[in-house]
């Protein structure tokens, strides 16, 4: 799930690439990369998390394809935040969760190639060293489902 360097960036109607996704920084400011958030503070970090995502999820009504690249791009910086907090509670995990399901109906619905969708998902459930695909079986199986 790595991203790109320099980040997703949007088309012009000339085809050059402006600056980056406005809801791409959102998802970075959010996520305060370099700051530990310890146990007490997790769960209103992913309450703000959780606002970022809802803002994904309304956009993947009209944009499927940009709310699959900020999908990706928000599931890569929760790889990186994972070593900076606290998840104690399982908070964050799930958060991950929702966003690989959100992630999957947003490639369902842009009509992209379902294998190589479900072999990304393997690839992830392989090599998931932080768990967040720990048990994801029926969630993912409802969100290829959904569309």
Known sequence: MARKQGGSRR???RGKTCCPDP???QIESALCPGQFI???ACFSFV???DGVAAEIRSLTRSDLSRGTTLCEAFLAGCHQKVEELDDSSGSFGQLVKDLICLWI????GSGADA???ASTLLAWMDDDPCSFCYQIEKEAAAALRAV
């Open 11 to 13: 088309a012009t109607r």
């Open 38 to 40: 310890d146990y007490r």
């Open 23 to 25: 809801i791409e920084r």
């Open 115 to 117: 294998d190589k969708t």
């Open 105 to 108: 109906k947003a490639r369902q």
């Open 47 to 49: 309450n703000e998390l």
